[in-house]
């Protein structure tokens, strides 16, 4: 990041408070039941189209062993999460700015887990990253797949959960395997799911009518059918060029099928609690002392 890009990120920080928007800031984890299912150019594409209906996107790599986010987006950091973690560096030298006026936090390959952090570490993540939800209207956290203390960590935290899956029966599996932890171990009731790879609307219903059926039998979760994105060859040229597809092609389908899916999550939210909300930064913290 040059240093024109680190000051200007600095001067948008200084402002007291973001301009009226949403209101308060909407978390939302972004996770799979197994790799190879797409999740990263989701969210990223995701977050490009959020972007362009106006709204202020902090884009969090939370794949803290594999993170790829900066490398999909050609983004050299100088910096990445772990040295705010070490004190190294505060929060605000660490965001880099991205397409459409995204934000992004990256972090670093090769990164402890979340559970190898002594308690200074983590209170000191936390005291940063509070700081930043005055800032924005929404926080997309890019989670790593499985079923690790960590991404479970994240995806708890968050306002809501969006399960990524393709068709594969595998990957069904385990996108099932993944709700059904968090529903038991965490008592998430509600999940947005998002089939990807798909040749129509049709394949993606059949999806979720299996995996909703699944939880009518034996567990009661509220599975909402955020959308689909459609198989297209051309998203390798695009990780290729290091640009989101949605940016790259415009005016295809995929882009189309990107912008429906975020105006789905724009639109429906999950009911909150009557009670104060605490905020994602919270609940992270809480977590981390439960774990």
Not at 75 to 93: A, C, M, S, W
Not at 105 to 116: C, K, N
Not at 212 to 240: E, H, S, W
């Amino acid at each position: 990041m040059s240093r024109d890009q680190a000051q200007s990120l600095r001067e948008q920080f200084a402002e007291p408070t973001r301009p009226q928007g949403l209101g308060q800031v909407r978390s939302l984890a972004f996770t799979s039941g197994k790799g190879g299912v797409g999740k990263t150019n989701i969210v990223i594409n995701l977050a490009v189209a959020l972007a362009k209906a106006g709204r202020k996107v902090l884009l969090i790599d939370a794949d803290l062993g594999l993170a790829n986010i900066d490398i999909m987006l050609n983004l050299t950091p100088q910096y990445t999460i772990e040295d705010v973690l070490l004190g190294k560096r505060g929060i605000n030298e660490v965001i880099m700015p991205g397409p459409e006026g995204i934000h992004i936090l990256p972090a670093a390959s090769g990164v402890s887990e979340m559970s190898e952090l002594d308690s200074s570490q983590q209170m000191s993540m936390l005291n940063e990253l509070s700081g930043l939800q005055a800032k924005y209207d929404y926080i997309l956290i890019d989670t790593g797949a499985g079923i690790s203390s960590t991404v479970l960590r994240f995806n708890a935290s968050a306002d809501e959960i969006c399960v990524i899956t393709t068709t594969e029966p595998t990957a069904i599996t385990d996108a099932y395997a993944l709700m059904k932890v968090m529903a038991t171990k965490y008592q998430v009731g509600r999940f947005n799911l998002i089939v990807n790879q798909v040749k129509n609307m049709s394949e993606a219903q059949a999806v979720y009518q299996k995996l909703k059926t699944v939880f009518a039998q034996f567990l009661p979760v509220d599975l909402v059918m955020a959308g689909f994105i459609p198989r297209d060859p051309n998203f390798p040229k695009a990780v290729r060029a290091q640009t989101p597809l949605s940016l790259l092609m415009p005016h295809s389908a995929t882009t189309k099928a990107f912008q429906l899916v975020a105006r789905h999550l724009d639109q429906t939210r999950a009911p909150q609690p009557k009670t104060d909300h605490p905020s994602f930064f919270t609940r992270l913290g809480f977590f981390k002392k439960k774990l």
